[in-house]
Nanobody, 120 residues
Framework: QVRLVESGGGLVQPGGSLRLSCAAS????????VGWYRQAPGKQRELVAA???????DYADSVKGRFTISRDNVKNTMYLHMNSLKPEDTAVYYC??????????????WGQGTQVTVSS
């Protein structure tokens, strides 16, 4: 079983910055692809950014140039650096990870989410 715990959310003014963290713990062989998703009230959950184990990244058009995803494979921790935040970035942000267990089986896990509110 793998546990993903997000932290770093909160209230920030437009134009501000936040850094979200996602710490993975439990029994696994490796974490492959990690993604940050968000879900605003009344909207579907959407992919914000993803990063492979080798460091290849992908971003939603709405956050390109403002958000940066990164990971520390030693600490099994993933990050989302968010700059120039806008009110439309307000959402619950979720960490998602594809994990290989010791048997080579690929499993997918979600964190519990952290609220980000951008408001003056």
């Amino acid at each position: 079983q793998v546990r993903l715990v997000e932290s770093g959310g909160g209230l920030v003014q437009p134009g501000g910055s936040l850094r979200l963290s996602c710490a993975a713990s439990g029994s696994f062989f490796s974490i492959t692809v990690v993604g940050w998703y968000r879900q605003a009230p009344g909207k579907q959950r959407e992919l914000v950014a993803a990063i492979s184990r080798s460091g290849s990244t992908d971003y939603a058009d709405s956050v390109k140039g403002r958000f940066t995803i990164s990971r520390d494979n030693v600490k099994n921790t993933m990050y989302l650096h968010m700059n120039s935040l806008k009110p439309e970035d307000t959402a619950v942000y979720y960490c998602n990870a594809d994990v290989l267990n010791a048997e080579g089986v690929r499993l997918n896990y979600w964190g519990q989410g952290t609220q980000v509110t951008v408001s003056s």
